[in-house]
């Protein structure tokens, strides 16, 4: 069974950091791409970031760029979205992706406000 838990979410101030995490279990997680999506208030969910199973090709959406990096422990069987520099539009629910089965977690919200 695949299960997904995002954690790592919270409130934080304009140009702060935050770390989200994935910890991913009932598949071969090593030999898997994971995402990060996100989704804002009122908007269609959007893939922010993107990493192969060895970890050596990453991905990023135009508006994280140089601001967030995704990493994994595969030893560990969990994903990570390093967050950087925060602004109020990085807004939103954020997901974990396993794109082959196509499995969602549950989300994680992050809010970016004064």
């Known amino acids: 069974q695949v299960q997904l838990v995002e954690s790592g979410g919270g409130l934080v101030q304009p140009g702060g950091s935050l770390t989200l995490s994935c910890a991913a279990s009932?598949?071969?997680?090593?030999?898997?791409?994971m995402s990060w999506y996100r989704q804002a208030p009122g908007k269609e969910r959007e893939l922010v970031a993107t990493?192969?199973?060895?970890?050596?090709?990453?991905n990023y959406a135009d508006s994280v760029k140089g601001r967030f990096t995704i990493s994994r422990d595969n030893a560990k069987n969990t994903v990570y979205l390093q967050m950087n520099s925060l602004k109020p539009e990085d807004t939103a629910v954020y997901y974990c992706?396993?794109?082959?089965?196509?499995?969602w977690g549950k989300g994680t919200l992050v809010t970016v406000t004064s």
């Open positions: 992706h396993f794109s082959a089965g196509n499995y």
């Open positions: 990493i192969t199973g060895p970890g050596n090709l990453r």
């Open positions: 009932g598949f071969p997680f090593s030999f898997h791409a």
